[in-house]
Every structure is written in structure tokens, then in C-alpha cells.
């Protein structure tokens, strides 16, 4: 640095606090107009400082010429020609009055934003009014600023410079699967049918039986951060009932079906259940808990993480958005559910999990009730296989806006492949430039995609997990952007965008923690048993039912409590049940079935083998009317005919055999709910979204509570033994 540019940088930092902001130019003339150029952009009551400052300048610069260092004026000259052509460079900072407000975490928070080294964040910090105005929105912007900064692994620095790099990305167009070539990752696909070997590997009643070995070795995370608006639904979707034949909530389901497991284990070990909850969820699934004490599980079992929102981005540059109604409240956004593996380094749990000599973590998403017909399946996959990571698949249509897991084969480097979803619009254009160019097309024998669609349901194994979150990334996945972009600059946006994470994403952590070692692979189950996620509102259901009429999938509460019956009608004809194959109906504006609806809870039966088991065959009927639950680990079915409603319930200890049993009643119906009713507002919320309600006519009951051996026979009583 030059004797001039020295003196000049000396003064402004010995004559004036590091945290005042001051724009100066190093003008081509004289020093006299370089100092002069200085001036205070956003204190007007330090003026003085300013004119100080400049005086200071000067007559350093002259000093130096007087005691015969060469032209001052030359030498600054040859300094303004390194800067910027309008020969300005810009230092915006606080006065140390404003930022004497603000707490020490406040104070780093701005700091961060500041050592950014460019202007994109000086509308957030800039312009501030002198000390006495506006000192509680001040401390209020430094406080959430810090929140901010201490939420996001590496701060709001981090986060700033990786938004920046991936919007530069974006703005090129530039495609992230340039360098690989796709193909179809091993992986093993099952149907339900206990003769059908599709790919040679386990079949489903033998993966089963090999995941049924290592249930007390689990863990069960659910992501659960979102509200149901998409549904219409006002409240969390955890809430909502998955059917109206038992009314169990999504919450209640997911909780039955881990104390079976843990049934199927005779040390009975605990299976913890993690929920990872937002700002928007957390304290209405704290209630819900606490309302229906947990549902049976145990508060040490039971821990909740909550996720935190980053800020919204306003431009290409990755400046910060400000609310439009508080310039003073920096805007945020969810993160995504790719948030979980952080938060679950974060939390310690991981370890501790690892120390209880846990193997495997199953991470499931909050409103697909199917997949627990595929949880223990896919576990038996992953022991087999020695998978690190495991992802729950089904058939995938060609061209299906939808995930599919893909080997990605990079052209230079083996240490960079991965095995990872791949969303569909990047699919096509990946496949579309290798082989025959043909992009993403049907298999010829199956009729479907050979990529396995992404049901975004996984199972790792614990060690490797552990290893890649404990690694520098701490567990944060890689992120995206997807801006909306006003215009072809690609500088502005429709709207705030933000860094996004998924969690399915979590195979480019493997391949930088554990490189080549990295093992991931899928388990692929046919769509009738696994997947039909609830996710859509009512209206938006109807119209993909105008358009693809029966071959929709609407994915609406009301589709996705039919398909909970369908799975049942074929889990019972498979063990042998006469079930009269129905026909689809319409039920406000949706297709579904037309009966018999059939709830089993997972306390009866958890396998096929265990149907099988508790299933006489060939010695029971079910008309398409009828309606029926079953809900207890001792009930068996020996014979019975069902033409109605009949529930029967059974307590742990109290062993149940249904013989020659015979039910006829009027039972339930479903009656669609008037357009009239719909508007008028009083019809609650979860049944507004399925557009019917169901009618229960005429019910036979049986609920034993008191532990012990009974029948129920031919004349419909119960008798204990």
C-alpha cells in the first residue's frame, strides 16, 4: 500500500469507529479532492466526523510532500486507477450509537452481513435513522438476525455466500448432471403376491421376515413441518383422520404401528419416534400429543426436534427480503424437510442411538399411510443388501412428474458417483443425451419407467449416518434455488426465493464422507400397497378427475382413505376371504371404492405371514356393503360371513376367536355432503375435504378389555372361555 493510501486508510479507521459507514472516492486530481471526496452516507449528525476526517487527509497528503516522498498526487492517481473505473469503493457499516443498541448477538449477526464485502445487504443495515428513532425495530431486526445466524451451520454468512454461488448457477442454466451418465441402480422390486419372484432377489414375505429380526434395533423419524393448506385443512395434517371407519389419525397410526413392533420383539424394547415439527406445527402436535397421551408410547420415547425458516432472498445478488409491511423483519421461508438430518446431529440423538446399539433409522413422511405395508420389507432389503442408505419406491410411468432414483456414473472421476433422486424434469434431459437419445421412456415389457419412482420414505443403516452427519456439513444436505424470475436478466424475481434442502438428497453427504464405500440402493413395492399420499385439496382432486377420469390419482384425503380399504380387500382375498371384486364410484367429484371397507390395525396382523396365520382360508365372506374393523394382536378369524358393519377390538392379553360367526345389519354408508352444506360453512373442516360423511346405520360390537381366552360363535355372543 502506498505512504498516501496508507495515511488515508490510517485516518479512517484512528479517526472514526469501525462501525460508522463512509463511501469515498480517490479522485485523479489532488489529495486535497481525494479527502474531499469522503462523505457520510447514512449519519447525518456525524458530519463533523466527516469534515474532520477529510482536513485529516489532506494534510497528511501535503506532509508527505513536503518532506519529499514523490508527488503525492501521482502516487494517488496510480492508487485510483486500481479501483473500480468510477474510481469508488463503498465501506457501509453502523454507527457505533445504533449498533451500541443492539445485544452482542445482534451486533455479530450485522457483522456477518457486513463482511459479505459487497452492497447486497446494505438495505438491511443501511439508512438507519440516528440513535432515538425507531431503537426498538432496530434491536427487533438485530434480533432476528441472530436467530438467523445461530440457526444455519456456519451462520448468515454461510448461507448468503451459498445462495449467491447457487443463484450465479441458475441464472447460467447451468445442469448439475453434466459430468455423469445415468443407468438403473441395484436395488431389489417386490409385489405382495407370495409366488411372484420379480428380479430374483427376496421375495416380500421373505424380506418381511428378515426385517421382523431387527425391530428392536430402530429408530422412527417423521417429518412433519407442514400444515394441511393444500388441503383445504386449516390444522396439521398428523390430525386428520385417515379413515372414518375407526377415525385413527395419521399420528395415532404411525404410533399404533410402532408399539406393534415393538410386540413383535420379546424384550419389548422402547422403538423412539422423532418428529420433526416448524414454528407453524409444533405447538398443535404438542397438543395433540399430550391430548391422547401419545397415543399408548411413552414420553421417553417420544422427542420432537423443530425446524427453523431461513431468510427470503429478493434478487440475484442474495439480498435479503424485508417484509413489505415492516421494513424492520427480514421475511423467511421453510427450509424443507431436508432440515432433518441437521437437526438430528444437532440433537445428540444420533449418539445416543448408537449407544443403545441401534442399527437402522427409518424416516417417514407425514400423510402416506400405505407405507408402513412396506417399513419391515425394506428393512430386510437393507440387512440383506448391506445398504447405507434405502430408499421406498414404486412403478414409475414414463415421463411421471415424479422422482426417480438414479446411478449416476460420473465420466472422470469414480469417486463422484452416486446413487440419488433425480427429479423428473431433469431426468429427460439427462437420458436424452446418452444412448439412443430417447430421454425418459416406458420399458417395453413393463409398461413402465425402468427408474424407480421416489415414494421419499428411507431406511439408513446407523453407523454410516452417524459418520456422514458428524461430518463438516453437520448433516445440512446440498441445497438448491428455484427462483421465479421476472425477466430475462435473471436479476429479479416473482417473488422471494430461498435456499432449499430435501432429504432424499443425503446420498451427496454419503459419497463426501464415505466416497466409494457409499452403498445405496431401493425397494420398489407395487403402488396398491404403499403409496397413495394425502396431499391434495378436494377441488384440485375433481379436476384431475375430469381429466384422467378413473386413471387419476387425485391424491386427496378421500382418495387416500379409499385406497386404504383397497390395500385391505387385497391383503384378505389373498389370505383366502370371499371379496366380490368392485367397481370405483364417485363420491363428491373423486373415484372410490365401492366396498367393502376394511380397516386393520397393525396390532393384528404386521406381515403377510401373520394374515395368513390369523386367517382361516376359504371359511369367510365380506359383501361389498359391508364395513369392518380389527383391532388387537390376539384376535383370529376362523369363519364368518359379514354382510353389514362389525368392529371388534381386543386389549393386550385378551385372545379372540371369531367361529361361524354371522353378521347382518343395515351397517354405514357414505352420503356425499350437499354443495348447499359445503358453502355454508358449518360443515367441519374434515369432512368439508372429503366432500361425504359416513352414515352409521347399524353396527355389531364386540370391544373385550378384560385379559383372558373367548369366542364369539354362530349366535353372535361372546363367551368367554
Known amino acids: 500500500m502506498t505512504t498516501h493510501k496508507r495515511a488515508l486508510f490510517t485516518l479512517l479507521l484512528a479517526s472514526v469507529s469501525p462501525y460508522q459507514a463512509f463511501t469515498f472516492t480517490f479522485a485523479k ?94 438495505h438491511v443495515y443501511g439508512g438507519w435513522p440516528e440513535v432515538g428513532v425507531e431503537d426498538e425495530n432496530k434491536v427487533k431486526l438485530s ?128 422403538i423412539p419416534l422423532v418428529i420433526m415439527t416448524s414454528g407453524d406445527t409444533d405447538a398443535p402436535t404438542r397438543a395433540l400429543l399430550k391430548e391422547n397421551k401419545n397415543f399408548g408410547l411413552s414420553d421417553s420415547q417420544v422427542q420432537i426436534v423443530v425446524q427453523d425458516k431461513v431468510p427470503a432472498l429478493k434478487d440475484g445478488s442474495a439480498g435479503l427480503s424485508l417484509s413489505k409491511d415492516d421494513r424492520w423483519t427480514v421475511e423467511t421461508k421453510p427450509h424443507g424437510h431436508g432440515d432433518v438430518h441437521h437437526l438430528l446431529k444437532k440433537s445428540g440423538l444420533v449418539d445416543k442411538w448408537l449407544e443403545e446399539n441401534r442399527s437402522h433409522v427409518i424416516f417417514l413422511q407425514d400423510t402416506n399411510a400405505l407405507v408402513i405395508n412396506g417399513i419391515l420389507a425394506t428393512l430386510g432389503v437393507s440387512v440383506a443388501n448391506d445398504f447405507h442408505m434405502n430408499s421406498i419406491c414404486i412403478p414409475r410411468l414414463a415421463g411421471e412428474a415424479a422422482g426417480a432414483i438414479t446411478q449416476l456414473e460420473h465420466k472422470t472421476d469414480t469417486n463422484k458417483n452416486l446413487v440419488i433422486n433425480v427429479e423428473y424434469n431433469q431426468l429427460d434431459p439427462l437420458l436424452r443425451t446418452q444412448g439412443a437419445g430417447d430421454g425418459d421412456v416406458a420399458d417395453e415389457a413393463t409398461g413402465y419407467s425402468p427408474y424407480p419412482g421416489n415414494a421419499n420414505n428411507l431406511v439408513m443403516e446407523l453407523k454410516s449416518y ?76 375433481q379436476e384431475s378427475v375430469e381429466k384422467s377420469g378413473k386413471q387419476a390419482a387425485p391424491g386427496t384425503l378421500s382418495s387416500a382413505e379409499s385406497d386404504m380399504y383397497l390395500q385391505n380387500q387385497r391383503k384378505l382375498r389373498s389370505a383366502g376371504v370371499d371379496i366380490p371384486e368392485s367397481d370405483l364410484v364417485l363420491h363428491s367429484g373423486i373415484y372410490v371404492t365401492s366396498g367393502p371397507r376394511i380397516i386393520l390395525s397393525p396390532s393384528f396382523a404386521m406381515t403377510q405371514r401373520e394374515i395368513e396365520e390369523k386367517i382361516t ?90 385379559p383372558g381366552e373367548y369366542v364369539i360363535g354362530e349366535d353372535g355372543k361372546l363367551t368367554k372361555l
Open 29 to 122: 486530481t489532488n489529495a486535497a479532492a481525494a479527502s474531499s471526496a469522503f462523505t457520510h452516507i447514512s449519519k447525518p449528525e456525524s458530519s463533523s466526523n466527516a469534515n474532520a476526517l477529510e482536513g485529516a487527509a489532506a494534510a497528511s497528503c501535503h506532509h508527505d510532500d513536503a518532506r519529499g516522498e514523490g508527488s503525492s498526487r501521482t502516487q494517488l492517481c496510480a492508487a485510483a486507477t486500481s479501483m473500480e473505473e468510477d474510481a469508488a469503493a463503498v465501506m457501509t457499516m453502523i454507527s457505533k450509537d445504533n449498533l451500541s443498541l443492539c445485544s452482542d448477538r445482534g451486533r455479530h449477526a450485522l457483522e456477518q452481513l457486513m463482511d459479505l464485502g459487497d452492497e447486497s445487504q446494505v
Open 143 to 270: 434480533e432476528q438476525l441472530a436467530d438467523l445466524n445461530d440457526s444455519y451451520p456456519g451462520g448468515l454468512h454461510a448461507y448468503l455466500t451459498k445462495a449467491k454461488a447457487l443463484l450465479k448457477e441458475s441464472a447460467a442454466g447451468t445442469n448439475p448432471f453434466d459430468e455423469y451418465i445415468a443407468s438403473v441402480p441395484s436395488g431389489e422390486s417386490l409385489t405382495y403376491d407370495a409366488k411372484d419372484d420379480v428380479d430374483g432377489g427376496l421375495t416380500f414375505a421373505e424380506a418381511e421376515e428378515l426385517g421382523l429380526r431387527t425391530v428392536s434395533n430402530v429408530a422412527f423419524v417423521l417429518v412433519a413441518g407442514g400444515l394441511g393448506e393444500r388441503l383445504g385443512y386449516s390444522g396439521i395434517k398428523l390430525s386428520l383422520s385417515t379413515n372414518l371407519l375407526s377415525e385413527w389419525s395419521y399420528l395415532e397410526l404411525y404410533a399404533k404401528y410402532i408399539l406393534a413392533m415393538q410386540q413383535q420383539n420379546e424384550s419389548k424394547v422402547e
Open 466 to 541: 452417524h459418520k456422514t452427519i458428524s461430518g463438516e456439513d453437520e448433516g445440512v444436505v446440498l441445497e438448491f434455488v428455484n427462483p421465479k424470475y421476472k425477466d430475462e436478466t435473471k436479476t429479479t424475481f416473482k417473488k422471494a426465493t430461498r435456499l432449499e434442502c430435501m432429504m432424499q438428497d443425503f446420498p451427496k453427504l454419503l459419497q463426501k464422507e464415505m466416497g466409494s464405500e457409499a452403498k445405496v440402493g431401493f425397494t420398489q413395492f407395487e403402488r396398491w400397497l404403499s403409496f397413495s399420499p394425502a396431499k391434495n385439496s378436494l377441488e384440485s382432486g
Open 617 to 706: 382360508r376359504g371359511a369367510s365372506s365380506i359383501s361389498t356393503r359391508s364395513s369392518l374393523v380389527l383391532d388387537g394382536s390376539g384376535i383370529n378369524v376362523e369363519s364368518m360371513n359379514l354382510d353389514g358393519a362389525l368392529v371388534v377390538t381386543a386389549a393386550e392379553g385378551c385372545k379372540v376367536t371369531i367361529r361361524g360367526l354371522n353378521v347382518a345389519n343395515d351397517g354405514w354408508d357414505f352420503i356425499d355432503v350437499s354443495e348447499e352444506d359445503m358453502k355454508s360453512g358449518d360443515v367441519p373442516e374434515e369432512i368439508s375435504i372429503r366432500g361425504y360423511t359416513l352414515d352409521k346405520k347399524d353396527t355389531t360390537e364386540y370391544h373385550v378389555t378384560e
